[in-house]
């Protein structure tokens, strides 16, 4: 292998998440290299003495004769898993470093790890999800502060949100009603400083731009009234934890977002979705968490969902499950 080779071959590689620079791979996905590169990447590996358990993505350089066998322990369980250890080889001067991160406070993060996985991966939806939740949040519109572990959650807070077993949480809530667990419904809303992914949707649809009404069923603390006030738009809200005393009024469009995922009970989830049906006269959005069973299983089962560790009850949801519990 020489550098014009492994130019020449880096530049064949069609998946992985593209860098200007460098392309991530995961091994998962190494099948679809160049069988030249499928062999040498092993072979640089053993050459350094590198036990296979201990890298699990290549980052292939597009312009210098280097590879970086990484390891992502948490790659498949962690939302944004953290770098532990990084072996940069330098292939034109047969030299290598090792950057080890396992104590470090701020270590290097991954983000968008679908690009990383052949889309027949069982993880590949479950990681586009993840992707499309900061995506619709605004945390990507600056890249520069999203590779480390502590600016990450630093851009995440000053959003709005907050990282919850790994998802992106902006929920509304619902009073804990006394069942055989107490749950903690309200600690499902959080303060956010922009629209949340619902009106988003509807902003780029058109659908804000004054001439509908809008009822924000379950709307927390009231963030997206608030921006949608201040743009001068005729929007009410009812929360019974922190907009108890406002009415349920019917309105041309009724906002559900991220209600339904969080009553544990299944006759008062149905009750409040029919509820919201019957309030909104031309649109009703429904929004809810998405996840796939790998996600799930983490965590302690609790009726047909699962309690977070905050204490809050989620109930997550396949694209076609709650597609086929809104229309039946």
Known sequence: M????FTKLVKEAKVG?????????HKDAFETLPNT?????PAVANALNVKENDWNLVKLFKKDFRLSLLHYPTFYSDSYPALQKSINVDLSKLSHRITDYANADNPPILHRKETMVLSKNPHYEHFTQITA???NAGLYDNTRLIGFKQSWLNLIKRHGYELVDGRLFRCSSLPAITHEKSIDRHKTAIVRHDLSAPLKSLA???F?????SIFDYGCGRGDDLRELEAHGLDVIGWDPNFQPDNDKVASDIVNLGFVLNVIEDQDERLEVLLGAWELADKLLVVSVMLANE???NQFTPYKDGVITSRNTFQKYYAQNEIKNYIYP
């Open 133 to 135: 939740e900061g995506e």
């Open 208 to 212: 804000l731009e004054g001439d509908h």
């Open 204 to 206: 780029k649809s058109s």
């Open 294 to 296: 790998s996600f799930i």
């Open 37 to 41: 590169l499928i062999k040498f990447i």
């Open 2 to 5: 020489d550098a014009q080779l």
């Open 17 to 25: 998440k593209q860098l200007p620079d460098a392309i991530y791979l």
